[in-house]
Nanobody, 123 residues
Framework: QVQLVESGGGLVQAGGSLRLSCAASGGTFSAFYMGWFRQAPGYEREFVAT????????FYSDSVQGRFIVSRDNAKNTVFLQMNSLEPEDTAIYYC????????????????WGQGTQVTVTS
């Protein structure tokens, strides 16, 4: 399994931006499809975005489409989530995850998870 560490979370006002990073180690990064998920208190973990192994395919949830951008730098073993026009409803712990074979929107398909980074958006 690959080890994942997220960073970049914080407190931001509505309308602001944050850029999350997820650094991977212990595996061949380009072999993994990467996903971003989030979990708010009292809610189940939900899909945010996913990116294919070389970044050619990207998928987003309807709630973040047009505001968030997922990217990756395989030379740096890192995947990013650029979050723009943030809303209070985006407040959650954000997790990155890795899997092989293909991309997926379902948390249970992913084998490796980071510890998460808190994002709080104030109104």
């Amino acid at each position: 399994q690959v080890q994942l560490v997220e960073s970049g979370g914080g407190l931001v006002q509505a309308g602001g931006s944050l850029r999350l990073s997820c650094a991977a180690s212990g595996g061949t990064f380009s072999a993994f499809y990467m996903g971003w998920f989030r979990q708010a208190p009292g809610y189940e973990r939900e899909f945010v975005a996913t990116i294919s192994r070389y970044g050619s395919d990207k998928f987003y949830s309807d709630s973040v489409q047009g505001r968030f951008i997922v990217s990756r730098d395989n030379a740096k073993n890192t995947v990013f989530l650029q979050m723009n026009s943030l809303e209070p409803e985006d407040t959650a712990i954000y997790y990155c995850a890795a899997r092989q074979i293909t991309t997926s929107k379902f948390p249970y398909d992913y084998d490796s998870w980071g510890q998460g980074t808190q994002v709080t958006v104030t109104s």
